[in-house]
């Protein structure tokens, strides 16, 4: 059974582009969740989309959004970037809503914003 | 909104030895995850602790969930060097508008020969 995949692995941008994520769920999960991890700030949670709508959103500026498709891959887009958007990102997978069922992790995209 | 913090934040600790890391949280839930994390991977789920003197072990790790007391307990026995690595513990947060999990702070976990 394929894990959750997500891509690129790696990323470096410039300030003031946008970049876009993409995270593949296990097969038959329907609720992909994003965060995002930095030294200063630890483990922080962006959205989660289930059934390709958002159901949750974290504290993060409307620079950050995503969006689900009926497959349940999800994308997660930042525009304008900075240079505290360097983290590492990681997308989870769960059968139901994260709160509620165990969610599996991906492994990551390292954004680093020059 | 619900805190979770963890102690020790680090914990060097000698092979073959025993040590508690302790999970803390401000307000009232009932479900509770251990993580792992190596440097540069991802998220290893460990333990799902759903209800209250809720015990899970799996080799070496043992997880319990106090949910009067908002705390949860990972114990480490007999302390192997694979062992080294980061545990997280994440609390579900139903906050009405936005439910999600809230993760601790990690403790990072060294084991030395």
């Known amino acids: 059974k394929a894990g959750v995949t997500q891509t690129p692995r790696y990323l470096i941008k410039t300030r003031g582009q946008q970049v876009t994520l993409s995270c593949s769920p296990i097969s038959g999960h329907r609720s992909v969740s994003w965060y995002q991890q930095t030294p200063g700030q630890g483990l922080q949670f962006l959205f989660e989309y289930f059934s390709e709508t958002q159901r949750n959103k974290g504290n993060f500026p409307g620079r950050f959004s995503g969006r689900q498709f009926s497959n349940s891959r999800s994308e997660m887009n930042v525009s304008t970037l900075e240079l505290g958007d360097s983290a590492l990102y990681l997308c989870?997978?769960?059968?139901?809503?994260?709160?509620?069922?165990?969610?599996?992790f991906g492994q990551g995209t390292r954004l680093t914003v020059v | 909104e619900l805190k979770v913090e963890q102690n020790p934040l680090f914990l060097s600790m000698q092979e073959g030895k025993n040590y508690t890391i302790y999970c803390n949280y401000s307000?009232?839930?009932?479900?509770l995850y251990w993580y792992r994390q190596d440097p540069g991977k991802s998220l290893e789920s460990l333990f799902v602790?759903?209800?209250?003197?809720a015990v899970k072990q799996e080799g070496r790790l043992m997880a319990s969930l106090d949910t009067k007391a908002r705390l949860s307990t990972l114990h480490i026995t007999a302390a192997v060097h694979d062992l080294s690595a980061t545990y997280f513990c994440a609390v579900g947060y139903y906050g009405g508008a936005t439910n999600k999990l809230i993760f601790g702070t990690g403790t990072l976990l060294a084991v030395q020969p």
């Open positions: 307000t009232t839930s009932d479900r």
């Open positions: 989870a997978s769960s059968p139901g809503p994260s709160v509620n069922t165990e969610a599996f």
């Open positions: 602790l759903l209800s209250n003197g």
